[in-house]
């Protein structure tokens, strides 16, 4: 239950048995189309959509590369060790990245976007990392964000790594210009590809600007994708594999997987905060895709999740940086459904216990079916 | 038989089936621990090696990004279209190449190299395509052009990407600084993954200059490399599957490997050569993982090929910029057997005649089959 990469299903890891066949052939042509077109439902776009063959941090760097040229003003919400990151990263290539900062477990309001976009004289872009991972926190303005960017004249890119699939972005209704995600997150395909949307405003921006970087370069994955084919040679067996996990999305439909992922974030958190295991982020900007807890006073972070794996199998994830021992994180993305709640609550649960600190089991899984009652199976 | 991505042997794919798991545990440093330490007898090198989720231009471009500063000169040997375009994204980086041409189907001699490094004030690499897949010509003089770098005080930089595991490249033997290559060439594994080596004097300056990019900053495998694991995402099944890949070559040996595509390449210049069918490429300089091939005069490039692949079941590459429609090129590479080598020349045979010009393909046949005898199986 790790905050990706999340477990890939059946179905999507035998794709990646199919023949390797030749990238600048008819079958390959017939394997991007379909992918493309089913990632522009699930980006809920008409926008384009690149593959490339790289990370999420790779899909990021490609968004910053192609759009922030030396000088240019940048706005970025910091709420999180991602969206600083993503900051700096904006300043290492001449950027001039203007950081909006709320107090880690919430965000800043749009309002501050809005006061900070007026005193930027060149903004370029207001870029957000729509869910930072690190505390699991949504930046429920993004909406807002891309009104702020529009207001000034400005791009507004949107980093959804670890949320594309998982929640609603829809892209084109907000007025969102590019959009990042990867394929092991949310879409529960496996690593080592992401994906980036390019509206029309700045794909015409990025074919007169190119990058440095040749293999981070959009233009040339938009030119090739009109003959359905990647620049450079695609990591097949991946392609394949996101093939079959967009289908399975596009099956389910993006309503109602949104939905399981908001009904079971909210089985963890009620039922958590019941016995009290108390989510660490305020309640208006919390993650449905990374729920994060904080320990009871005195719990021991490495003794608490090697007994939850070792003896009971499930995996969570600790705190980052300056959360490192204070709260526990649960992936809750991709295929998702209730008996991974429940079977998670009843290791977190006997855990626990095992390291001292006694929560009512029982009553935390009632709560939970209580919440899971929508979903069925 | 393409020049790549080539065939994966079942026991590689296979292995992509491997549970993903967290690229931050003990169970992905015990996958990338043994992947690194047979990559080492690959390149027959002690150099780190840093493994990256991109495609083997990325991985050329990680080497350029890393190594070239703007206003730093770097001999390139020109000899192809692989050759050309290095060297132009050494300029596009604000870096000098300069350029030391062939005539195609032939490569530069190294006192070329000499004199044109002679002239090079501030000569930072000398950066070689070993295997130039356009033409299907390999620079026969990779320890000369070592050499010539050495004795100015330069960095030598090999782009093995579709040679390294099909003939020699011993990097420490030869005094190479770096040397890139890709999963899905003459390692046969599947596409998605490059392979970069740094000596120690390459690392100090690595460590000391990152480049702007930070998915391809080295300093960050390297880094990385001391824990086993990667700065970012690992494309996971690709990793599982290269490890098999590696595998495989180890247990074959190197010396084994490079002899077995040194006799199916001869097999294939000599019995072609002996029905008229004449080599592209000069031999002191010609590919033994790339066959090119120049056709008769008259032939029509597409109705061959359609027919080998349509007909006999065989794919065939075209000829690439200035030579498409002059010849047609083999991929002789990875696990290519002495039956590929046979079944390869009867369908050719076949779509030769099936086309209009009949050649002897029981005498083609014979030739290849008295070359192949080294090889059981």
């Known amino acids: 239950m790790l905050p990706g990469p999340t477990n890939v299903p059946d179905r999507v890891a035998q794709a990646m048995l199919k023949p390797i066949i030749n990238h600048r052939s008819e079958g390959f042509h017939s394997l991007l189309k ?86 930027a004289p060149r903004l370029k872009a207001v870029f ?64 080592g590809l992401a994906l980036v949307s390019i509206s029309e405003p700045l794909k015409k921006y990025v074919i007169s600007n190119p990058p440095l970087s040749t293999y981070f370069n959009l233009a040339k994955y938009v030119e090739f994708n009109q003959k359905s084919e990647t620049p450079f040679t695609p990591a097949l067996p991946l392609f394949y594999a996101l093939d079959e996990a967009l289908s399975l999305v596009v099956e389910e439909g993006m309503d109602k997987r949104v939905a399981r992922h908001r009904i079971t974030a909210q089985a963890f958190y009620d039922s958590l905060s019941f016995v009290g295991l ?22 021991d972070d490495k003794a608490f999740r090697s007994t939850v794996e070792d003896s009971f199998g499930v995996v969570l994830a600790g705190g980052f940086g300056e959360l490192k021992g204070k709260i526990f994180r649960i992936g809750n993305m991709g295929e998702v459904q209730r008996w991974h709640v429940l079977t998670t609550l009843n290791a977190i649960g006997g855990a626990m216990a095992a390291v001292g600190h006694v929560v009512d089991t029982g009553e935390m899984i009632k709560v939970a079916q209580e919440r899971l009652r929508p979903l069925s199976g």
């Open 34 to 119: 379909p992918i493309i077109a089913k990632a522009k439902v699930v980006f809920e776009t008409q926008a384009d959509i690149a593959v490339l063959t790289c990370s999420g941090t790779g899909g990021v760097e490609t968004a910053v590369m192609n759009v922030v040229r030396p000088g240019d003003d940048v706005l970025v919400p910091v709420f999180g060790e991602f969206s600083q990151r993503l900051a700096d990263s904006i300043d290492q290539v001449g950027g001039h990245a203007i950081r909006v900062a709320a107090p880690i477990g919430d965000a800043p309001s749009p309002d501050l976007l809005e006061d900070a976009a007026r005193k």
């Open 128 to 191: 957000v990392v729509y869910n930072d991972t690190s505390p699991g926190t949504t930046y429920r303005w993004m909406k807002e964000a891309s009104d702020v960017a529009k207001a000034h004249g400005a791009f507004c890119i949107s980093d959804a790594v670890s949320i594309l699939g998982g929640d609603e972005l829809p892209q084109d209704k907000w007025g969102i210009d590019m959009v990042v995600t990867a394929s092991q997150k949310c879409l529960a395909a496996p690593p």
């Open 278 to 299: 108390h989510p660490f982020v305020k309640e208006h900007v919390r993650s449905n895709v990374v729920v994060s807890v904080r320990y009871p006073e005195g719990m």
